[in-house]
């Protein structure tokens, strides 16, 4: 029995019912599923989830699926939390980790939010799948619509690395390599879904990729004795991990799990590809297009998000920052983090140790706090950077 | 506290002390840990496991160092034993378990044996390690020295995949490239443990990689409710983890955890390397070094053995099976796998399902067999079989 009890818009704020597929509001922004948190808290406490399936399904009755054999499963999330004390030492921090997100199936974080997803889309009756991605995400609906046994069909730059072209054509997925960026796949998309009825799962265009991201946060909060660190900082491209940790600490609050304090947030992008960054030091709403994206860390590539407005309302209501770095410091840091700690990430998750060291600079971090970082993937599927 | 009681002689049954760095007997052949199990059935039982860390390192009693903070851990094992219901249907079976050591920290099984034996290493005081691999524990000894702040010598054969010289450089280790096979860096590597004084931690002949990689029996009893499957197929080059296995299922029957009932053993081997495979079918109690050793799957391209006399035994005493398969069939396997399921498996991985196939067709598996097949290390390693 699901929990859910509507959907509503994020900016809007209209509610739609439940198990019907949807895309976006009729306004054009994302829609966000609100559970019946009463009826949670009479059945789960923090103490429920101990020795529950070690994934990120133990929080079943936080997402949406009505019954856990509906979930399309591969066994993701719950993924370690490592403390970095010689990565700490080395930069001056007291307490650091590193929520290691590269042990995921089809190594990276994506798996969570497809995981939910296509676990909707079938249950929803969804018969045909459509992804643009910067390609991680590619690779995740390739692997939950093979698992599911639906069709995919993926939309990519030409430009792709190309561990995600291989793991999408292993799977089975159709994938069509645009010349452009995810911002010209994702219009071709939008079109198919109109021509040939296919279920669009692109980040916020659909509700429930946000709901299994969000488990990073309950995760957090698990792996800390239910308490949430003095900052956490996250690379963004779609920033579907940061809009759905914030949701997860809210409604955490709400059923008493946790206190009203908030992790400081910081969003890392890609010097080459800055929009929330250059949006937030701005003060504006919402972010411009950034021109001619570029860096070597693909998932960073994301010139517009549709969910730019809600990052940038938790990255000033938390007190957080924005920053950007260069692919030089993210290559020099993934190796920094190999050789003090032994985990190989990627580029977008070294390039929140760039960040953290630049606030560390700036002051914005005290050496007291104790900081998560956030390696979104492992550095295996960035092989051609390296040689 | 350890519960180590002894070292012993897998073959002249010999024991030493524990708490020396110790590698082969004197009489040449490998140790094995003796638990005091008595002790270890006062303190621990099936059910204590529920709710403890979400790691290997969860059957700490059964495991060599004394307090858990001792333990070199990024959060390996306790990985997910995939019910592959669709792969089942394709090729004929009732109850089909993928056990998925891909989403291990350098996403491969190799992690739980050099998590265990750095562990190890590093309390008993050795300097400087060294290690011959086929290349996936080459990457894991490199990701371990470096988080356990050690130094790290490696030797593999100059054609090993990309993804292993890679992942090692980036960890900081030294890596020395040799024109042979493991079997041939193994020589410079006993050679520099007598001429450096490194210590060498190639699999059997330090006695902790195969504790670690015991926790893959631990883990499947545990995940099917102290119970074990009717038969285990397993990609063998080394093979520690069979050995490995058989020995925690020992160790449990002996705990009162399991009954005396073992699942039938099956040893897969690549076509171009099948040393187990000849010596098994021959009747042999040790097998011949094999010539000229190629295959696409570098972990099965392991021309000779030392635990060759314990892996016949098993295969031999679980009534079980050897089997050998050809490139072609694990690659054509890689992508089923991957089509059926979502997993984006190893060629090593692969040729489980490659055997499994013969071994319906020859009616030593029957369609009512529960089988575990063991996916070894994820494709995303192997992308340059691909394109």
């Not at 103490?47 to 591969?74: I, K, T």
């Not at 079938?122 to 069709?151: D, F, H, K, V």
């Not at 008493?256 to 504006?284: L, N, T, Y």
């Not at 971090?365 to 960035?382: A, H, I, R």
Request: net charge neutral; proline share 6%.
């Amino acid at each position: 029995m699901s929990y859910v009890s509507s959907l509503q818009c994020s900016s809007c704020l209209r509610r739609y019912p439940p198990n019907r597929l949807l895309n976006l509001c009729t306004c054009g922004k994302p829609l966000l599923v609100r559970y019946d948190l009463d009826r949670i808290q009479k059945s789960v406490a923090p103490g429920s989830f101990l020795g529950r399936v070690q994934s990120m399904w133990r929080y079943h009755e936080l997402l949406p699926v009505p019954r856990l054999d509906q979930a399309v499963s591969l066994g993701e999330g719950f993924t370690p939390l490592i403390e970095a004390a010689r990565l700490a030492r080395a930069i001056g921090l007291a307490k650091l980790w590193i929520k290691d997100e590269s042990v995921n199936p089809t190594a990276s974080f994506k798996a969570r939010g497809l995981s939910a997803a296509v676990s909707m889309a079938r249950l929803l009756r969804a018969q045909i799948l459509t992804i643009p991605s910067a390609g991680n995400a590619a690779g995740a609906l390739a692997a939950y619509a093979a698992r599911a046994g639906m069709e995919a069909h993926i939309f990519m730059p030409r430009d792709v690395p190309p561990s995600n072209r291989i793991e999408c054509e292993q799977s089975g997925a159709h994938v069509t390599l645009v010349d452009g960026l995810i911002t010209d796949c994702g219009a071709i998309v939008a079109e198919k879904s109109r021509t040939e009825g296919w279920f669009d799962v692109s980040t916020l265009k659909e509700p429930y990729r946000i709901e299994g991201k969000k488990t990073l946060g309950l995760e957090l909060a698990e792996q800390l004795g239910w308490r949430l660190p003095d900052v956490i900082i996250y690379p963004t491209g779609g920033g579907t991990g940061l809009i759905g940790m914030w949701k997860a600490f809210e409604e955490m609050e709400a059923l008493g799990w946790i206190d009203s304090r908030r992790p400081r947030m910081v969003s890392v992008q890609a010097a080459g590809c800055a929009p929330i960054v250059e949006a937030f030091h701005a003060g504006k709403r919402e972010a411009d297009p950034w021109p001619d994206a570029g860096t070597i860390a693909s998932g960073l590539r994301v010139p517009r998000a549709i969910g730019d407005f809600l990052m940038l309302d938790i990255l000033r209501s938390s007190r957080g920052a924005a920053i950007a770095v260069s692919d030089d410091e993210m290559r020099r840091d993934v190796g920094l983090i190999a050789r003090s700690e032994g985990l190989f990430v990627s580029p977008e998750g070294a390039a929140t140790l760039s960040g953290a060291r630049k606030l560390l600079e700036s002051g914005f971090l005290s050496p007291q706090d104790e900081v998560v970082l956030f390696n979104t993937g492992s550095g295996l599927k960035y092989l051609h950077l390296f040689s």
